[in-house]
């Protein structure tokens, strides 16, 4: 193997690497209502995406939550359990009203140009900070990747609804689409590896 061909391969790999490009979307911290989650709509403009984690709005104190998503919009299904699929659970310690709090979700896709809805509640509780909307279904944040739509203020679980809301958060995410995945990375890095052990070996003999 050339050396030229074993500089293009690492490059072929840090570039693919270096493309999993971060990024975040948010609405906003200046809550003036509430209650215990918000349903909401994500419109994806673009290309595949992993979402990674989100910052909520909660008040001071330790909450369990729940994440649901489904394809298409929550409209309709605000009550509609059976439509929804839970994504994760878990538990955070809030940093306050209107200060970002990170819970990290299992990461989940959102395909091309599409939309997801996520229902985000808190349990058991009524912490989750919102802000009142000016119409359902109005785009309230958009970053030329993703859109976050005016959604509901929703009891837990499923249960009384209460419209416009704003979600106050912000949205992590991994751009998908050209990046390979971990077991080509794996098996690309021990590609070059053993490369190198035979380079090595040849240059021993």
């Given amino acids: 193997m050339r050396k030229s061909s074993v500089?293009?391969?690492?490059?072929?790999?840090?570039?693919f690497t270096a493309n999993a490009n971060s990024a975040v979307i948010t609405t906003t911290f200046s809550s003036n209502n509430g209650q215990s989650g918000n349903m909401f709509d994500i419109v994806n403009l673009g290309g595949n995406k992993t979402i990674t984690g989100f910052d909520l709005?909660?008040?001071?104190?330790?909450?369990?939550?729940?994440?649901?998503?489904?394809?298409?919009?929550?409209v309709g299904f605000n009550n509609n359990s059976s439509a929804w699929n839970l994504i994760d659970t878990g538990t955070v310690t809030s940093s306050g009203v209107d200060l970002a709090t990170f819970f990290d979700v299992t990461d989940f896709l959102l395909d091309a140009t599409s939309t997801?809805?996520?229902?985000?509640?808190?349990?058991?509780?009524t912490s989750m900070n919102y802000t009142n909307g000016t119409?359902?279904?109005?785009?309230?944040?958009?970053?030329?990747?993703l859109q976050i739509l005016e959604g509901a203020g929703?009891?837990?679980?499923?249960?009384?609804t209460f419209t416009p809301r704003i979600?106050?958060?912000s949205i992590y995410y991994d751009n998908t689409a050209s990046v390979p995945e971990p077991a080509s990375i794996a098996?690309?890095?021990?590609?070059?590896?053993?490369?190198?052990?035979?380079?090595?070996k040849k240059k021993s003999l």
């Fill in 7 to 15: 500089i293009y391969y690492i490059f072929i790999l840090v570039f």
């Fill in 154 to 160: 929703i009891a837990h679980a499923f249960s009384s």
């Fill in 187 to 200: 098996l690309l890095g021990l590609g070059l590896a053993g490369i190198g052990f035979s380079r090595r």
């Fill in 57 to 74: 709005n909660l008040d001071l104190g330790t909450f369990g939550l729940e994440v649901y998503g489904k394809s298409g919009s929550w």
């Fill in 167 to 169: 979600w106050n958060g």
């Fill in 135 to 145: 119409g359902v279904g109005n785009v309230f944040s958009d970053n030329g990747e």
């Fill in 116 to 125: 997801t809805a996520l229902y985000i509640t808190v349990i058991g509780d």
